[in-house]
């Protein structure tokens, strides 16, 4: 069952947090490191926001950066944190099935359009709309 509670975080979150040089929403993005140390990010220094880590995340890698607890770095390929680790970790923090997390990560909620052309706006509508039905699809 979806963790209602943690969507609604991660809506309010990625609605209070505006674009910066460190902090991007992208769709086409799991997790792309823009500066700093590749090889000792952690979700928690992604999550401090800070100039020496810079990220660019889509909703999956948001769940990482605000629910993920471990001190252990993100696993790394070359400017990215593994996108299967980022889905598959998403998933379980999310508590979605792997239909939900597929539809959800994928942008399928907005076919007409590329993924990497996702706003954050329209992401937390959908996101919005998912907690108001209560339903991921």
């Known amino acids: 069952m979806p963790n209602w509670r943690r969507?609604?975080?991660?809506?309010?979150?990625?609605?209070?947090?505006?674009?910066?040089?460190?902090?991007?929403?992208s769709m086409g993005d799991?997790?792309?490191?823009i500066s700093?140390?590749?090889?000792?990010?952690?979700?928690?220094?992604l999550r401090r926001n800070?100039?020496?880590?810079g990220a660019a995340a889509c909703?999956?890698?948001?769940?990482?950066?605000?629910?993920?607890?471990?001190k252990v770095p993100l696993p790394i390929y070359d400017t990215c944190v593994d996108p299967a680790y980022?889905?598959?970790t998403a998933q379980k923090l999310l508590g979605l099935t792997s239909k939900e997390a597929e539809y959800m990560f994928s942008g399928r909620w907005l076919p007409s359009r590329r993924l990497a052309d996702i706003?954050?706006?329209q992401a937390i509508?959908?996101?919005?709309?998912t907690l108001r039905e209560k339903i991921v699809f």
């Open 7 to 25: 969507i609604r975080a991660l809506r309010d979150g990625l609605a209070k947090t505006e674009n910066t040089e460190y902090r991007k929403f």
């Open 30 to 33: 799991y997790i792309r490191i």
């Open 36 to 45: 700093g140390n590749r090889s000792s990010i952690t979700a928690a220094k």
């Open 50 to 53: 800070g100039p020496e880590c």
């Open 59 to 70: 909703i999956a890698g948001e769940a990482i950066i605000r629910f993920h607890k471990s």
């Open 86 to 88: 980022v889905h598959k």
């Open 119 to 121: 706003t954050r706006k």
């Open 125 to 129: 509508s959908y996101l919005t709309a």
